[in-house]
């Protein structure tokens, strides 16, 4: 399949992003654990640890900010939600140095 089907119709982003993060906090309730680590796999293969996730700019697209990785710069990934192929979420480290920021409510 080449282009991401979900069910029930039309795609709805936020709603799509805000059940992920819904998804982030049942995971650390049940676990027990006060962080996690989600970590994003699109389809070309490339693997982001994810600091968090934003339904912004929409038109099916979002935003990812990955964790900087050996002093690089901070940066914003603008994405088609269709370009997304797995989503993890585990524990963070002990000693995170990874932890997903949910939205403040």
Not at 1 to 15: C, F, Q, R, T, V
Not at 86 to 96: F, L, N, V
Request: hydrophobic share 40%; net charge negative.
């Amino acid at each position: 399949m080449s282009e991401l089907w979900l069910p029930g119709g039309a795609l709805d982003i936020d709603d799509f992003v805000r059940r992920v993060h819904q998804q982030v906090e049942r995971y650390a309730e049940r676990q027990g654990v006060a962080q996690t680590m989600v970590e994003i796999q699109l389809r070309d293969g490339a693997l982001h640890v994810l600091d968090t996730i934003s339904p912004e700019p929409g038109y099916g697209f979002v935003t990812l900010r990955p964790h900087p990785t050996d002093g690089d710069e901070r940066q914003e990934l603008i994405v088609p939600l269709a370009s997304v192929a797995q989503i993890r979420i585990s524990p963070a480290e002990k000693d995170p140095q990874f932890g997903f920021a949910l939205p403040e409510n």
